[in-house]
């Protein structure tokens, strides 16, 4: 499946884990998650437009000493909203969910007042569309950051100062051809600590970065986390595989990942597909390795991405181990319901893919 990455780092080498006397075998698998934010999922060229105005040096920097504010200070952050929508357009096109993704550095508002935040009108932003060829605009309006410096005495006699940064942002989305727009904010903070403690003010404060170094560094981490927004994302979650003697021909096929081959194995240990056979004519390790054969050939379809044939064998699995009458088979039913819901949630992302 091109949706699915697979760390089967040599399942030989697999830490196995012992419980009573079963053995498992766990791997990793990488499962895409949908994009948090859907408004751009279905365009395919996207034009970043920067419409905000470069925020004032005196603005927002304000200064702390033993909790009295000792003034305001003056930050050059003209590259600002340029640190963001680069970070933003990078992120967008590393997705591979895109066509095109193109960058207008050149502030788009007229406006000469920083602190009213101006849209920009539906007929530029539709030129706009039309000379790039783009779907969609995502269009910065404003970005504010502004921060913090504060050192302090401490009981110990040492001085202590952090540095807390914050930033906040507007984006409009326009869609070409369309009047609708779709507008959101994104907020962030970052705060840097010195790293020891010192009986000198000033070099408790010289550890800490300049503030126009972190700030900026904000800015490029907000626009990031804008554009990963748009895109989907890779989470690392374990699967488990039971290992009895009965099980070893489909174990070492699946060792290659041939799943196909393992599952033909374990549906001979099967037996059929009737619980009635198995409770009527299967006694003790047979029943377990009935039940472990049904979990692991969920797996084995999991991996082959037939979600709804994973789904029935592990309820199938949760069946058998519900029919051997024991301590550890009711907590594998335990360990094989959670498995399912994690079957049910991941096949209901894929379908919203």
Known sequence: MANKKLHILSLLLLFALYTSAQ?????????????ARAELKHCRRILLVNNALTQPKEFGHTTMMDGESKGNAEVDLSRSVLYALFAATQSLEGSGEYDAVELMDISQNTSTNYYTRTQMKHAKAEQL????QADALLILNQLVLYDVVESFLTN?????????????????????????????????????????????????????PSRQEALLYLARELGERVGNSFAPSWQTTRRYIYEVPELQAGLDAFRY???????????????????????????????????????????AYEMQGDYALACDYAQHAIRLF?????????????NIRYYLAQLQDRQARERAL
């Open 129 to 132: 569309c039309a000379d790039y």
């Open 23 to 35: 053995q498992q075998w766990y791997f990793s698998v990488d499962e895409r998650h949908p994009a």
């Open 156 to 208: 110990e006699g040492t001085y202590y100062a952090y540095l807390q940064a914050y930033a906040q942002s507007h984006w409009t989305i326009h869609y070409a051809g369309q009047t609708r727009e779709h507008s959101f904010a994104q907020a962030d903070t970052l705060l840097w600590e010195s790293s020891n403690t010192h009986y000198n003010r000033a070099q408790s404060l010289a550890e800490l």
């Open 322 to 334: 519900g029919a051997w009458k024991t301590a550890y088979g009711r907590q594998q039913q335990a």
């Open 257 to 299: 990942q041939k799943w196909q081959e393992a599952i033909d194995c374990w549906l001979e240990v099967l037996r059929g597909e009737s619980d009635e056979v198995i409770r009527r004519e299967a006694r003790g390790t047979d029943k377990k390795a009935a039940a472990c054969a049904a979990a692991n050939i969920a797996i």
